[in-house]
């Protein structure tokens, strides 16, 4: 079974690479990869609540992470360090996710086949 690794690094508005990501995680996992996402830099904001994207005119699909573990993708990490650069708490953080330090992060890319970076 190949290992994927998808990463969020940029925000979840004013372009569709998080949609774009989100379906790619969803659609892998639906043909039993092994599929774990990454939410680091700005891709980190996918992750807060009470998101209102409809009032800039685009389509809302952050509640669609939901769906994640209905798809069996159940690696979700968070970067800490962009969590602290963006003055963002653990705690502010809708999903349940796994904090990973840089380090970590590294060595979980060394244990997957391909990293795909969005």
């Known amino acids: 079974m190949k290992k994927l690794c998808i990463v969020f690094r940029h925000g979840p508005h004013g372009n569709a690479k998080g949609r774009e990501a989100l379906d790619l995680a969803l659609l892998s996992a639906s043909f039993e ?3 774990s996402v ?3 830099n700005e891709g ?3 992750l807060l609540d009470k998101q209102t994207p409809e009032l800039i005119g685009a ?3 952050i509640a669609t992470l939901g769906a994640l573990p209905l798809y069996e993708v159940e690696t979700v990490l968070v970067c800490k360090d ?4 963006l003055c963002i708490n653990e705690d502010e953080i809708e999903f349940d996710v796994e ?3 840089a380090k970590k ?3 979980h890319f060394q244990e997957v086949d391909e990293v795909l970076v969005f």
């Open 105 to 107: 992060i590294s060595a």
């Open 33 to 35: 990869q092994e599929v």
């Open 44 to 46: 980190v904001l996918h």
């Open 99 to 101: 904090f990973f330090s």
């Open 38 to 40: 990454l939410f680091t």
């Open 82 to 85: 962009s969590l602290k650069a």
């Open 59 to 61: 389509k809302d699909y």
